[in-house]
């Protein structure tokens, strides 16, 4: 298990940028899968974007493809979402997820370790 903590949240006009990352204890962050997830009110959470452990390969939900990037850096067990174009329908909090294994999946029950989330609110 890893502890994971989001950061980077916020509240942006629509078609403005945000920047979320996340912060990953242990030593063995570069074994696992990271993922995020975000959950709308009155919705269930979904997936959003996913990297494999050794980052070179990436999936996304078709909704946030080219407007969305995940990225991650192994040295500082940290996982990023680069985010623009934003929509109001992008408005979710954001979860990290860690999950033993090494592709970049999107399946959320694969996923042992989540954050606490982080509220992104992007306004019309």
Excluded: H
């Excluded at 204890?25 to 990297?51: C, D, H, L, N």
């Excluded at 850096?73 to 990290?96: G, I, R």
């Amino acid at each position: 298990q890893v502890q994971l903590v989001e950061s980077g949240g916020g509240l942006v006009q629509a078609g403005g940028s945000l920047r979320l990352s996340c912060a990953a204890s242990g030593r063995t962050f570069s074994t696992y899968g990271m993922g995020w997830f975000r959950q709308a009110p009155g919705k269930e959470r979904e997936f959003v974007a996913a990297i494999s452990a050794g980052g070179s390969t990436t999936n996304y939900v078709n909704s946030v493809k080219g407007r969305f990037t995940i990225s991650r850096d192994n040295a500082k067990n940290t996982v990023y979402l680069q985010m623009n174009s934003l929509k109001p329908e992008d408005t979710a909090v954001y979860y990290c997820a860690a999950g033993l294994f090494t592709i970049a999946s999107m399946r959320r029950d694969g996923y042992g370790s989540w954050g606490q989330g982080t509220q992104v609110t992007v306004s019309s």
